[in-house]
């Protein structure tokens, strides 16, 4: 019943941070370029400086949709602290459920990375086997002679590292 419960209300409190991210203010915390799609190589429509206030209008994978005096774009999510934020003595503190929700809190001493995958939730169920995408990949094999050569090339050394262990018994091979 417990964990149950506990699925309920973390699945309550993350449609609630969902929500809430629309219309959301923010601050670019670095200068960073806004681009038309949310992708690295995507057109760059203006750079954004530091401190520059954004409203955000949605998030994909690691981007935030936002609108800007510079124009509407995107814009990596790491260089945006969303609203809420205030300043303190003690460095820079989000409150609230912003601040839960966005794994940000405390006193801002605080270094946090975020990984992000390429893919998102809807494309993933979107994905199709490509028969020619799997060759394509296959194409990209190379010997084991041309890879020593290029480790060789680039003085790259050998390292013998364990195998981990099997997951289903613990068991290392």
Known sequence: MTLRFNHLLLAAMMLIATAAQAGESGTTVKADTLKAA???DAKVIATLPSGAKVEILKKDGGWYQVKSPQGNGWIRLLSIRRGGAKATSAGSELSGLSGLASGRSGTGRVVATTGIRGLNEEQLKAAKYDEKQVTL???????????????ASAKLAARQLDYLPDPSTGESK
Do not use: M, N, Q, V
Request: aromatic share 16%.
């Open 38 to 40: 949310p992708f690295s």
């Open 137 to 151: 990949a296959e194409s990209y094999l190379t010997s084991r002679a041309d890879a020593k050569k290029f480790a």
